[in-house]
């Protein structure tokens, strides 16, 4: 009779879970954003334009989105918290006050090489920006209004003219266990883009390692056009690993099985400490060259959606 129970439940759990899962994905979201058309209008390509660091810009129909916005110089020194700073080696592709108009800011966590001092005090404060719900807390305290928090497999349901992008937090974990609570909690994002009978799906990483969670991610996400991964192997006090190096860069890459990634976060920052070149090699001996593509500071990979 156990025996009888367990396979009962074994072939419950094979059936209902995939089922659970994809109607957790096509639950309607909890949050809406209906966008003014008369901001950024389409005149540019469907395409993502790499800054430096984490930040791009993805345009899409008309939406113009910047992830995890930093402008600092090369020289200049972002602070990391308990009095920890990192020097930045490069400079951005673009400066701040020559962006285009934004209509949505993506932030993987509240750190200043994510968000700079820069954008702290020149960021317009009713962007919509989306991130953790404690960053969303503070980024309402420094007066930005229009911050929203998101909990992991939490959705943001935006619009712009016939455009549409469902906006949907994916776990992250900066870190080993151990010093999780010692830095901020930070969160990935999946981006599926609508609208004028094409779609999209687009994963970003955020700074996260590897870890069970993320084997959740293929499984309700399946299909996913193309991944922006958070690289560099960020080394905190010479000792500890907080973000992907070559290693832990290949194995996202081969769970989340993109058609296409793009490496970012690899080569900006003293604590970076796995150059682009390792990963490079990394992928070549796992095979999957074929499965990457790679930007300098200000080039643009064309966005090719499905119909």
Request: no cysteine; aromatic share 10%.
């Given at each position: 009779?156990?025996?009888?129970?367990?396979?009962i439940n074994?072939?419950?759990a094979l059936v209902v879970t995939p089922l659970a899962l994809a109607q957790a994905e096509q639950a309607p979201p909890r949050h809406t954003l209906a966008l003014p058309t008369a901001i950024a209008p389409a005149t540019a390509e469907d395409s993502v334009q790499f800054i430096g660091t984490a930040t791009v810009l993805i345009r899409w129909q008309g939406l113009t989105i910047m992830t995890d916005p930093n402008f600092l110089h090369k020289g200049d020194h972002a602070h990391l918290g308990y009095g920890l700073t990192s020097e930045r080696l490069t400079n951005p592709?673009?400066?701040f006050g020559a962006l285009p108009p934004i209509d949505l800011v993506l932030l993987s966590h509240l750190h200043d090489d994510h968000f700079d001092r820069t954008v702290q005090e020149k960021l317009n404060r009713d962007i919509p920006i989306v991130t953790t719900p404690t960053a969303a807390r503070q980024l309402r305290n420094m007066g930005f209004r229009k911050a929203l928090g998101l909990e992991t497999w939490e959705a943001l349901q935006v619009t712009k003219g016939a455009a549409t992008l469902r906006v949907t937090a994916m776990p992250g974990r900066h870190g080993p266990l151990a010093v999780v609570p010692f830095l901020p909690t930070v969160m990935g994002t999946m981006l599926d883009f609508g609208g004028n009978g094409a779609r999209?799906?687009?994963?970003?990483?955020?700074?996260?390692?590897?870890?069970?969670?993320?084997?959740d991610?293929?499984?309700?996400?399946?299909?996913?056009?193309?991944?922006?991964?958070?690289?560099?192997?960020t080394r905190l006090l010479g000792l500890v690993t907080v973000t992907?190096?070559?290693?832990?860069?290949?194995?996202?890459?081969?769970?989340?099985?993109?058609?296409?990634?793009?490496?970012?976060?690899?080569?900006?920052?003293?604590?970076?400490?796995?150059?682009?070149?390792?990963?490079?090699?990394?992928?070549?001996?796992?095979?999957?060259a074929d499965k990457v593509s790679y930007l300098?500071?200000?080039?643009?990979?064309?966005?090719?959606p499905r119909k």
């Open positions: 009779m156990k025996r009888l129970i367990f396979v074994t072939v419950l592709a673009i400066e999209y799906r687009m994963y970003v990483s955020g700074d996260t390692m590897v870890y069970d969670d993320i084997e991610i293929p499984r309700r996400y399946p299909g996913i056009d193309l991944a922006l991964l958070h690289l560099g192997g992907m190096d070559a290693r832990e860069g290949v194995k996202m890459l081969r769970l989340i099985a993109p058609q296409r990634a793009i490496p970012i976060h690899y080569n900006d920052y003293t604590v970076f400490k796995s150059p682009l070149s390792d990963f490079q090699q990394a992928v070549e001996e796992a095979g999957l300098k500071h200000g080039e643009s990979y064309r966005i090719e």
